[in-house]
């Protein structure tokens, strides 16, 4: 897998992926930027929720769950001094569908975390993390 990035100016990245997409990134005002993307430490959390959600949805839908929406939510904590890394994280999954079985969607869950996601089995080294769920029932 390879990436680019590109500065642009003050603390604005363009980064480009080998699939062709592309994404800025810069810094809040009171660090030089100018708030025109998300910072690299949010793109991280995003790209491990993504990675875990990936992976729950596929789990989920080869157990042929009928889910018709699924988000999560990430509580994160870091480190007070540099390298300021996550200390703590929390996904908080909402999965809404048909006759959702609570101890399919745990298990998706759970193999996620443990087995099949990397981006959060690598932050697992420097974070605590944790996962829960709820379940809606689809109109």
């Known amino acids: ?6 500065w642009v ?9 080998a699939s062709g997409h592309a994404v800025v ?12 993307g998300p910072r ?8 491990t929720a993504g990675c875990t959600s ?9 157990s042929r769950q009928q889910v018709t929406d699924c ?13 300021k890394v996550f200390t703590r994280l929390h996904f908080h999954f909402v999965v809404t569908g048909r006759d959702l079985k609570p101890e399919v969607v745990e298990r998706a ?18 974070a605590d993390i944790s996962h829960d769920f709820e379940l809606r029932t689809a109109d």
């Open 1 to 6: 897998m390879k990436a680019r990035l590109k």
């Open 9 to 17: 100016d003050g603390v604005c990245f363009l980064g480009e992926s």
């Open 25 to 36: 990134m810069d810094g809040a005002p009171e660090g030089g930027g100018r708030n025109l």
């Open 40 to 47: 690299p430490m949010e793109l991280l959390l995003l790209g």
């Open 54 to 62: 990936y992976d729950v949805m596929s789990i989920l839908k080869k």
């Open 71 to 83: 988000w999560v939510e990430i509580d994160s904590e870091r480190a007070e001094v540099d390298p």
């Open 109 to 126: 869950i759970r193999l996620s975390a443990e087995k099949y996601c990397s981006a959060s089995i690598m932050l697992g080294k420097t």
